[in-house]
């Protein structure tokens, strides 16, 4: 098989907030071809299965604001009424410390799964730096920890707190996690941060009103918010914290970022030569939304040496009144975005996967599971050489952490 380096991808999640699951990859959980949250896809068996190589282990704190507010009333009302301590803890968690400990149980849950498997069996190791990726074995799976919201440095001033103090705060923390072997971290996810204006990100569905199929945003069960200013708002600290992490070599992932904030980050990529990522997205060509990326970016990326992660979800890959009676499978709308970047740009050297499995999205029916993902380089075949396989699954990724993770 054809050996991927996964983007975007959230075991950490699952095992930190699912109480059964047990600080390791081994369990035998529901992971079929519909969507439950309560389902873990990246367990182990599905891993050995799989052509994961390196893994981009996206850490998730889940927003304060985003369990208060955002979780529709019926959502709250079920919280309350069958988990109220585990919701209350939800709502009240420090975001550091909790990303720290989500970072500890990645690495007590390598070394718990390794344990309990035979000598021969693929194994996973924990990667702190980029050379340590060539030196994986043969049988071994890479796993690298990010982060996803920079709402963990914090949600705002302390009472009685400065900006700078706020600030110089967060310059340790990131020392911190970079000392850790963080590799790249995301700023903007589902609610308000002190560093980056966050998209609306809520998806997108089609309802039948009154007869007749309508967009709507699916908020049955929860909703994001959009932020309400914008990048040089002098409240807030993005260019700072762009340069920092540009600086220190950790790579930015402008997933969930406002466009006009992306186009500012790409500016500071082409000053400090660093790729710009986005982890797990699509093309706005085949889905006009915000979250998407349009052409005009795709050149810029591909411009700068960045890489555009496509996420395995046809809720971003395609427009709602283009997956209205489907049969839900989602590879050959994942290859016609492909074919679609490489016409634009002319080669395929800015593509690459970031599956977001265990990330709360929809699946794909012909690829739920890691175990499926060599569907997709089977079906790529018709399209693209080996080459150009190699290097949307393995290459691209690969040199983007070389020039940005040093």
Known sequence: MMPLLDLHIHPSLKMYYLPYLRRSFHALVYTGTFWNPLSFQTQYLNLARSPEKVMIVSHYVIEQGFVRQGLSPLSRAISWAFAPRFYNKLRNADPWRTLIEQMDLLEEAVAN??????????????????????????????????????????????PGQTLDE?????????????????????????????????????????????????RTRASTLAKMQAAEWQWGD??????????????????LDLSHTQEHARWKVYDLCAEYKRPPVLSHVGARRFFDHEYNVSDEEIRRVHELGGIIGLILTRRWLVAPEHRDNDDGKGIDDLVDTMLYIRELTGDVACIGLGTDFDGLTYPFKDCPTPAQIGRISDRMRMYFSEAEIEAIFFGNARRALEQGWS
């Open 113 to 158: 799964t390794n344990r309990w498997l035979p000598r021969r069996a693929k194994r996973l190791k924990m990667v702190y730096r980029f050379a340590d990726i060539a030196e994986l074995e043969k049988n071994e799976i890479g796993l690298i920890h990010s982060v996803e919201g920079s709402h963990c440095f914090g949600y705002g001033l302390e």
């Open 166 to 214: 706020f600030w110089n705060q967060t310059e340790e923390k990131l020392a911190y996690l970079k000392s850790r072997g963080v590799c790249l971290i995301t700023p903007a996810h589902f609610w308000e941060n002190m560093f980056f204006p966050q998209l609306e990100g809520t998806e997108w569905v089609l309802k039948d009103v009154d007869g007749v199929p309508t």
């Open 234 to 251: 002098p409240g807030k600290l993005s260019e700072r914290f762009s340069r920092k992490l540009l600086e220190m070599g950790i790579l």
